[in-house]
């Protein structure tokens, strides 16, 4: 059966919805009922960053040299991201929290989740899941990952300001938020998410726009100290592309662009 221009390989339905895994030549790809791709894998080379918002979401490596402690995923997906961070950093433990056992399934089964003891996938509400460890988690990550959409967007959990302060207070003094963002800068949500985000994190945030795409990441920095200057960070997106094969000069070269008032704040000058 075809569906979307491509091959429909599984079709289930739990209490959220429809959930489809489509192959398109040599991308499988997660859909939750619509033409939007939750998840891509590509099938000769599982392990890569397929989706452009994904290797966006790479783009804190410019600020962090590795991931060695403990990191916190919501939005399980098909589980790109996750297994990105369990090939390059072998020193890290992830929990990743999905609201949809169903999907869980589908990573395992159809995008080459495996288990692994570095990682711990929580069925439950990201929203509330990060909430309710406010005071028991506090300062415990090192990364914070959010990419909790469905096919009408933002999980509305996570859509308040309360949800940011908790994020907050889950990040290490120089952990770091990386959020996909979606609708672009005339967004009502995308701009009432970006005021959230700076009052939480004193402005110390950047917006990645992904090219040719509707998502945007922000990084949002934890009483965060400037680790390079410019000219460090611009050799640093250069050995980052040769190590990961992801377009981190591109990357840098966006978010000084778009960042003109914000950027200098997490950078050496």
Not at 233 to 254: G, V
Request: net charge negative; charged share 25%; proline share 3%.
């Amino acid at each position: 059966m075809y569906k979307y221009e491509g091959v429909l390989i599984h079709e289930s339905h739990d209490d959220e919805g429809i959930i489809e895994v489509i192959e398109v030549k040599g991308v499988r790809s997660l859909h939750f009922g619509s033409h939007s791709r939750q998840s891509s894998m590509l099938l000769s080379d599982p392990n890569k960053l397929e989706l452009d918002y994904v290797r966006a979401m790479a783009s804190w490596l410019l600020f962090k040299p590795t991931l060695d402690e403990d990191a916190l995923i919501v939005g399980l997906g098909g589980g790109s991201l996750t297994k990105h961070l369990l090939q390059y950093f072998p020193e890290c433990h992830l929990k990743a929290v999905e609201f949809r056992k169903s999907v869980v399934k589908i990573a395992r089964s159809h995008f080459g989740l495996s288990l692994d003891p570095r990682l711990k996938v929580i069925i439950d509400d990201g929203g509330d899941y990060i909430r309710q460890r406010e005071e028991s988690h506090r300062e415990h990550y090192s990364l914070l990952f959010i990419d909790a959409f469905d096919h009408e967007g933002m999980a509305s959990s996570i859509c308040n300001e309360a949800f940011f302060d908790a994020c907050k207070a889950l990040l290490k003094k120089d952990g770091i938020l990386v959020i996909n963002l979606w609708g672009g800068t005339n967004n009502p949500e995308f701009q009432q998410v970006s005021r959230w985000l700076g009052r939480v994190f004193d402005w110390q945030i950047l917006f990645l726009p992904v090219r040719d795409k509707g998502n945007i990441i922000a990084l949002a920095f934890n009483n965060y100290s400037p680790l390079y200057s410019l000219k460090e960070l611009r050799a640093n997106a250069l050995a980052l592309e040769q190590q990961y094969q992801i377009e981190f000069p591109t990357f840098l070269k966006d978010l000084k662009k778009h960042n003109a008032s914000s950027f200098n704040q997490v950078i050496k000058t």
